[in-house]
């Protein structure tokens, strides 16, 4: 009974430790991508300052003496600190850190493998950290890319990982490719050129779902929705509004596009049209009249029946309508117009002002 507690305490600790090293490995895995990245940038800043000091010396002083006294700047510590010094952003933490693991490598570098060594990058980051692999290949052992490593993805993808002790190799194909290899056209594209290493998708005509052989409208295996083969095999485009009853609704006309129509507003003065403007009506709308085929607004106000009925009354025209206002020196009460209680010093804007009420409550 006692022995259970420490056998089970070892358990959690042994799954806790092994949670642990999983959780860094796959971390380590992802995390070779951006070590070889900032290694990256290392050496290439490394070469940068190569070529920033290439002309400078000691500066003053007698360069013969210095010469034999200090050896030449050239392969001076005194050189490789001024490089490293540039190598890195004070603000990058990565970089920084990466540089203070592997200080003593660049002065073994500089002092003893330059010359048998002279790519950097290749024997710090592939061959030394061990960060980065050659271009086109990829993961722990820089296996080669998905295609060779000469053309990854066959030239039309990139491979996970490349370049790096990361990923996976596999491709994630450019726009138009698709397939482990990246030599498949994806829908609405169709191999122009293909054989076992190459392929070049080009885009299938507007028309066509699905092509194989051209980039006409007759080399469609399906037409796109929208578009019908017509009786020579080509794929035209639907006019949609030639359909009844029309697709839009009253109010609306509707206009055709190439593979689709879409449904536009009435002017206001129609009820139901063909098209933009007060000149393609059906009929007019209410409050509007027919003029040599143009709706038109009607003046209720100048109708032979007086439309505002209310005493002390007067009509104003609207578009489509119109509106029974109190005369000047009445308002509103009620619905009804009473005359305005006058002020003691009469004041212009006031005594001018209207009340106004829609037709449609009185
Ligand atoms: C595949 O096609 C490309 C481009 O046309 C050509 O350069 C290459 O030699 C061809 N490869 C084979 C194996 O036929
Ligand atoms: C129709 O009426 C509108 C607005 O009154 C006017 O601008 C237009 O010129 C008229 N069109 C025709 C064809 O009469």
Redesign the pocket.
Known sequence: MLSTGPQLRLLLLLSCVTLVLLFQVTNAKRDFKSACSTCQQITDNFNKGFDRTAKQNFGGGNTAWEERKLSKYETSEIRLMEIVEGLCDSSSFECNRMLEEHEELFETWWFKRKTKHPDLHKWFCIETIKVCCPKGTFGPDCNACVGGSDRPCHGNGMCDGDGTRGGDGKCSCDHAYKGEFCLDCIDGYFNEVRNDTFSLCTECHTSCKTCTSGATNQDCDECKEGWEEDDQEACVDVNECSTEPSPCTEDQYCLNTDGSYSCKACDKVCAGCTGAG??NCQACASGYQDT???C?DIDECSQPESVCTEEHQECVNTKGSYVCICSSGYEEQDGQCVQTVQPEKEDESEASETTTSPHGEL
Do not use: H
């Open positions: 007060p000149d040599e085929g143009n038109t």
